[in-house]
């Protein structure tokens, strides 16, 4: 299915029945990203997943994008689906932009699950260096060689060789444009919440590995922090892409905090 935001076309799904869940992925994963939770969400709820704008079946408009644009698509999503309100999932900068939507359209929010996500620049922990590093030695790699490494510094220690394969077919099945990727890594690095969440209303359930090199970890307790109505919860071990690594342990927190 395809919703438009102006002359931006956005793919999207749903899976399952029950109360709506709006899953957002973050930079350089498509709604296949969702792989390991969608099916445990189904179970109880009309799980709605899509492509961010610059990847997958959605459009790749000229960059640079902002978290705020990419909420705009998220709403175009939630009307095209005709859901007037709905629980909001973001992880990365998914999260950023999830924080943008229940921001903008607080009516249109119930509840609120940031998974390794960030306040933003002025007021966040940077990019942990292992990434950075990463960022400046991946153009002198061949690609397949790069989204391995990629893929691997976004799970835990010693990552699992089956999640990495799996991960890395995917996105070597579809791989992103460039300046898709470009554009949507400058949503990721302008966002700044600062202090504006702390005008949050939805109830807010944060969750991090606490071996996350991508995001540092402890942006989460920030965000626990400067949100009002916030739960924190801790996956020790496990990296950015804790949901891949615990599915079913992310799913119950999920769960237990949407009722």
Partial sequence: MIAANGDVSIAWESAGVGDPVLLIHGLGYARWGWEPLTPLLAERYRVISFDNRGIGASSVPAGPYSAAQMAGDALAVLDDAQVERAHVVGTSLGGMIAQELALAAPDRVDRLVLICTTPGATGGYPMPEVTVRLLGEA??????????????????????????????????????????????????????????????????????GTADSVVDPRNSTLLADLIPDSTLRLVPDRGHLVFWEHPALVAHFIIEHLG
């Fill in 139 to 208: 153009a002198g790699l061949p690609p397949a060689v790069a989204i391995r490494r990629f893929v691997e510094n976004a799970l835990g220690p010693d990552p699992d060789s089956a999640i990495v394969e799996r991960i890395v077919a995917h996105r070597l099945a579809s791989p992103q444009d460039p300046q898709g990727w470009a554009a949507q890594a400058a949503a990721g690095t302008t966002y700044d919440g600062g202090g504006r969440v702390r005008s949050i209303a939805a109830p807010t359930l944060l969750v991090t």
